[in-house]
């Protein structure tokens, strides 16, 4: 038993997610891809928003790992493929398990879109080890009030999941966890053993604290040693987050949304999204699926109109039926800034789904020369009338 104390402080960058919601993100960076077995940790907020300004992420895929999202203000709504649909409010935990792949949306609700809002929590990324990245989905809303809690002297504690202040949270993890949220006032202390063998971060997401003498301010990620750990308030009131993890110690490969073990992997996860094995973005679920039937011929989009006018309608793309395989993907990314990763993703799709396209219409062009049918003229116009 060795007192806790601070071996690495991270400051957070600013990176800009979604639609153009800006988070403090500690990792990943240029200089630091990610803490295993934690692959991005993300503190959204605190953002005031007027009525209908409120951003929040277009439909997206991910696999290989899970999703976290805890909200210490707010009201968002999210849908996944899976059919989940529901709100996430102040205190409340979304635990996604995207493991072989889902797609999903998340935003400000409509009622908080039509008062205006405010949104501050975060979102981790938890890597996955290889026996589990291919797993079925899963989801888990855990709901404030089935959080593990103690009030004490100037303190409140909350357990999420794992054991942490001798309270077990409701999560049910794949791989160790523990995860904790205290309220500590200016003087107050709070106490627990950390899990050994575990990756252990703390970061206050307001106010100050201090660990084994060295004060850690908001915004600021602090790698622990040891496993007896005191925290003590320093600013008037601090909300800290406490995270510890068991490393799963394989390969990361990542790209954007997807992380895996291998390159080649990553590019099965393209070729599977490209084939639409993630689903269908769950608001337009069946006019995708109409249009699918319709046109069983050939390549062609799926696209969900009018999801909530996100931008899900520009970028939310499946290709089905496709019956060749996407153009080579380009060259990975040597830095790891995941919102620039993403919009490589979003340009790999937009050019394979432009590909399909121009195959479709050279396909329209020989059946039209090739007939002496009364709509062959039709079809020279349709198919010139694509890019
Ligand atoms: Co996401």
Redesign the pocket.
Known sequence: MTTATVHRLIRAQQAVEGDGFVVRRPFPTPTLSHLDPFLLFDHMGPVEFEPGKGVG?PW?P?RGFE?VTYLLDGDMEHRDSMGNHGSLRSGDTQWMTAASGVL?KEGPSAAAQATGGRVHGLQLWVNLPAAMKMDAPAYQDLRAEANARREQDGAVVRVIAGRLFDLDGPGATRTPITYAHATIDQGAEVHTALPEGHVRLLYPMTGAVRVGGTQVDEGILAVLDGDELTVEGVAATSEVILLTGAPIGEPVARYG?FVMNTEQELRDAFRDFDRGAFGVPQDCAGRARNRRQRAPWGPLSTRCKGASGTGASRRARIVGGQSSLPPPLPPLPLSSDVAGAEASVLEVLSSSLSSSLSSLSSMLLEVASSSSLPWSSTLFSVASSLP
Request: hydrophobic fraction near 0%; glycine fraction near 0%; aromatic fraction near 0%.
């Open positions: 992420t997206h991910h999703t999903h949304p």
